[in-house]
């Protein structure tokens, strides 16, 4: 199994930041996609942003120039950094990872979620 372990998350005032991070563990031969998606009560899970395993990156676009993601060396964690936070990105943030795990089967794991608020 592959396990996805976030930290990072808090409490932050509008126009502060946080970074998120996210690592991979367990029987993992090869990582291809890292994402962030986020649910704030009352709404349905959505995409922050992802990352390839080439280093591509997509990005919602309420957080185009706010929001980086990136991955380590190792390609097995992912962090995403947080600028300029609005009190609309107020949500539970979840990791998400999906590749090959040691014996060949794919995977698409979900870490626990952190919670970010921001307060206006």
């Known amino acids: 199994q592959v396990q996805l372990v976030e930290s990072g998350g808090g409490l932050v005032q509008a126009g502060g930041s946080l970074r998120l991070s996210c690592a991979a563990s367990?029987?993992?031969?090869?990582?291809?996609?890292m994402g962030w998606y986020r649910q704030a009560p009352g709404k349905q899970r959505e995409l922050v942003a992802a990352?390839?395993?080439?280093?591509?990156?997509n990005y919602a676009d309420s957080v185009k120039g706010r929001f980086t993601i990136s991955r380590d060396n190792t390609k097995t964690a992912v962090n995403l950094q947080m600028n300029s936070l609005k009190a609309e990105d107020t949500a539970v943030y979840y990791c998400?990872?999906?590749?090959?795990?040691?014996?060949?089967?794919?995977?698409?794991?979900w870490g626990q979620g952190t919670q970010v608020t921001v307060s206006s």
């Open positions: 367990g029987r993992i031969f090869t990582i291809n996609n």
């Open positions: 998400k990872a999906d590749g090959l795990s040691t014996w060949g089967a794919r995977f698409d794991s």
């Open positions: 990352i390839t395993s080439g280093g591509s990156t």
